[in-house]
């Protein structure tokens, strides 16, 4: 009992439970009355909680997360389908709406990284466009000068000297471009805050349908388990041990019910329809 | 839209279709009665469904409530739309008398289905062997209890019947010296316990029961309760909730419409009156019982006497029991099991834990 929550569920049971007399309990037509001892109570709460918290606990699921999923765990252990149905609904409903909201969100964020990369493509072009102005000036007043001075030296390789302009024009144009692309500043401007902005919530929205993904996966697999069968507590055939109570009056009195109905076996064998017809 | 005599739709789990069974014994305790059909398991389920069976009366029908047979309370609350069954009255299944009859088919079928959908609620599994005990009337005949078996077979791989009041006691432990009443709804069956497996004269069954009471309640509210419509199902929700036969009560009120309108009627002593009808025949079959036992153990009888069944639920029959047999045998001693509703089936379950493996093997 070293678990605290057993004294506080015993405490909150206590304070919750509806006092009421057998008498009144008769009065109101009930004759027959399920009583569960309060340590069972807590041992099913407990288990519940600590079937969800060892397998989502340790993945940082949120406490509403692991809320949900005590209760399903709960519901469960008592058996209560009707609730763990309704539960399936409303965590199918959550589903929906998760999924539409996000839908929304990724399309308005698709929406926002568009028009954000339109706005850097564009003073991308604005920006290559002016250094590149800049940059043809210059290379042509330097190629100026350089030409009228190897004209002095060699006159038949100022041509030469000429040709080298234009690559090493676009050879610089591109380490521009680049340098651009890499030195770009970070968001500053309302696109780009609304962009952050849908991301975060996007991650929210993913995580929480994540969740609910979980629990609603929690609950089909207890209903396809129940669909399939609830298994017996017996591997084998029992039988009587011999070390009961009056067993050989138990035997001689099973074994009269066995003949009993090998002989209502033998009838039904002879009065099957095969033999009819027969 | 009757049920379709052949028709095997309804039998959806059929675990006999499958071949392999490695991996469990499932045991199941079956209480078929007139009123509620029961069942015990051991993976611990354990339903009860009133013992109705409704089939839609036409394709409109059907289509509205989406199924091809319904159950229990469900099928009571659409009475309307369906061909309404209660396979059994009076302990056995109805019209058996005239088994080639129209009537008797459809009610065996019905009976079929309501065992098929007792066992589909104990939620077998595919992979288990099933070994059913059926628990039917003390004095249900051979025809009737060929026809449970009927229906219990295809959908389990071995089945066995036995008398309800006998289960009861076996579920218990009494198997020696005492009397087991079982109050169902049709009949009350009285059987005495004496060690060795009962024979017809241990047992008595009379139809003074549930139904005797409801009809009983219904002629006195007829009298009593000028101008209130009321049906025998609604008299017997009334029943159910307030039955008692004792001299001191808290009065009994119901609201019923008279001319569409609830109206406040106080029936305590109406109820009274229809509860302790059973009595007397009931004090009558434990007085022929005991009177007709060894005389050196008829005391043993008479402080031994076992209440089960629904209508031992009745408020202060227990006492009224005893103050009848103290005044017409000397001493009496009664005592009701804990769990009237689940007795039977209790009882059956564990006759099936405790049957030998090459019982079952003989019996499939």
Not at chain 1, 20 to 28: C, G, N, P, V
Not at chain 1, 54 to 80: F, M
Not at chain 2, 90 to 108: C, R, Y
Not at chain 2, 233 to 239: L, R
Request: charged residues 30%.
């Amino acid at each position: 009992m070293t678990n605290p929550l057993y004294r506080s569920l015993a405490s909150l049971f206590r304070s919750r439970a509806e006092v009421t007399s057998l008498s009144r309990l008769d009065r109101e037509g009930f004759r027959t009355v399920n009583v569960l001892d309060i340590g069972d109570l807590e041992s099913i709460v407990v288990e519940a909680v600590e079937r969800v918290v060892a397998e989502l606990g340790p993945n940082g699921a949120s406490p509403g997360s692991l809320a949900a999923g005590a209760q399903i765990e709960l519901l469960k252990l008592v058996g209560d389908t009707s609730r763990l149905n309704e539960k399936n609904a409303q965590l199918e409903r959550e589903q929906k709406h998760l999924e539409g909201d996000l839908s929304l969100l990724q399309g308005a964020l698709a929406e926002s990284r568009k028009s954000l990369e339109a706005n850097i493509v564009r003073a991308d072009h604005e920006a290559m466009g002016e250094l590149r102005q800049r940059l043809e000036s210059s290379l042509k007043e330097l190629f100026q000068r350089a030409r009228t001075q190897v004209e002095r030296v060699a006159p038949d390789a100022a041509r030469s000297v000429d040709a080298l302009q234009a690559p090493l024009r676009d050879a610089m144009l591109v380490l521009l471009s680049t340098a651009l692309r890499r030195g770009h500043v970070p968001p500053t401007s309302d696109s780009e805050m609304q962009v952050e902005v849908l991301e975060r919530r996007v991650k929210k929205l993913t995580a929480q349908l994540d969740e609910t993904e979980q629990l609603l996966e929690r609950v089909r697999r207890e209903k396809s388990a129940d669909e399939a069968g609830v298994a017996s507590i017996y591997r084998t055939v029992q039988g009587l041990r011999g070390d009961e109570a009056a067993v050989a009056q138990r035997r001689a009195l099973l074994h009269e019910i066995f003949r009993h109905n090998l002989e209502l076996r033998s009838e039904l064998a002879t009065a099957s329809p095969e033999n009819r017809r027969a | 839209m009757t049920p379709d005599h052949d028709d095997k739709k309804g039998d959806s789990t059929r675990p006999k279709a499958t071949p392999e069974k490695a991996h469990g014994v499932l045991y199941l305790g079956i209480d078929l009665g007139t009123s509620r059909t029961s069942v015990a398991s051991s993976n611990g389920v354990r339903e009860t469904v009133s013992s109705w069976v409704g089939y839609p009366k036409d394709v409109v029908s059907r289509k509205a409530l989406k199924r091809d047979i319904l159950y229990g309370d469900d099928a009571l609350a659409h009475r309307l739309s369906l061909d309404l069954y209660r396979p059994l009255a009076s302990g056995v299944i109805q019209h058996s008398d005239a088994p080639d009859s129209a009537e008797a088919k459809a009610h065996l079928k019905a009976a079929q289905d309501l065992i098929r959908h007792a066992i589909s609620l104990a939620k077998p599994r595919a992979d288990e062997l099933i070994y059913a005990v059926v628990g039917c009337p003390a004095q249900c005949s051979s025809k009737n209890k060929r026809a449970i078996l009927d229906a219990v077979r295809p959908v389990v791989d071995s089945a066995i019947v036995a008398s309800e009041p006998f289960t009861v006691a076996y579920g218990i432990e009494q198997l020696t010296d005492c009397l087991v009443i079982d109050i169902g709804a049709g009949t009350t069956d009285l059987c005495r316990m004496h060690g060795t497996f009962p024979t017809d004269e241990d047992q008595v069954t009379n139809a003074f029961a549930g139904d005797h009471v409801d009809q009983k309640l219904v002629e006195l509210l007829g009298k009593s309760c000028p101008g209130a419509s009321f049906t025998v199902h609604k008299v017997k929700e009334i029943k159910e909730k307030f039955s008692f036969v004792g001299d001191t009560r808290d009065p009994v009120h119901v609201d019923l419409p008279v001319n569409g309108k609830p109206t406040r009627f106080e029936i305590s002593q109406q109820m009274r009156e229809a509860c302790r009808s059973i009595v007397p025949p009931m004090v009558d079959a434990i007085h022929k019982l005991i009177a007709s036992f060894d005389s050196d153990f008829q005391s043993r009888l008479k402080n031994h006497v076992i209440l089960g069944g629904g209508g031992s639920q009745m408020g202060g029959l227990r006492e009224m029991l005893e103050e009848e047999m103290r005044e017409r045998l000397g001493e009496g001693r009664v005592v009701r099991v804990d769990e009237p509703v689940y007795g039977g089936a209790n009882g059956a379950l564990k006759i099936a834990h405790d049957m030998p493996a090459e019982f079952w093997e003989k019996l499939k």
